[in-house]
């Protein structure tokens, strides 16, 4: 277990879309809060980081002040035009590639998980986390932070590390990353 001060509790805000999965059952919507296995990754975050973690569908998330969002990138970009200022409290996944690296360092969120490293984790296939965070934290966390320019900005780069899955990988980032003072109050 990780023992972290700052971070007071996690709340995961999936929002209230549907993603559509077709079989040969034919088409059905599936909640985006279990398409995405958010209540599985709350669980896992709680777990690790030692702190209260829910998910939440209805509401405004509020980050800061010892809260963790976690959330996709339609429930940020809500956050962002409403002008929460606690966006260095907000960890964005399922993000789109070609944005997340600009993303992370326009916004100054804690972290980011694009789509496809998020979708491997959602669909349980053996691929080595990654997420994007803070450059300086990566090796603080065992991890090797990419510096492909496609993979990595002045202050983010993609992270992965052997071993472990997701939500390992993001609360130790987490535990770090609030270890290291860089959430704003």
Known sequence: MISVNVIESVVVFPGTATVTHVSSAGVVPIPIRSAGRFDELAQALGLRLSVPALVIEQGTPSPGGGTLVICPPDVMHDLEVSGARGLPWVVVVDMDRAKVVRR??????????????????????????????????????????????????????????????????????????????????
């Open 104 to 185: 992370a360092e326009a916004l100054g969120l804690a972290a980011t998980v694009e789509v496809q490293d998020y979708a491997n984790w959602v669909d349980g296939l053996p691929q080595p986390p990654a997420i994007y965070g803070r450059k300086e934290l990566a090796e603080r966390i065992g991890a090797v932070a990419s510096e492909h320019p496609l993979h990595a900005g002045p202050r983010y780069a993609r992270m992965t590390r052997a071993g472990g899955d997701l939500p390992m990988l993001l609360a130790d980032y987490l535990a770090a990353y609030a270890e290291a003072g860089l959430p704003a109050p």
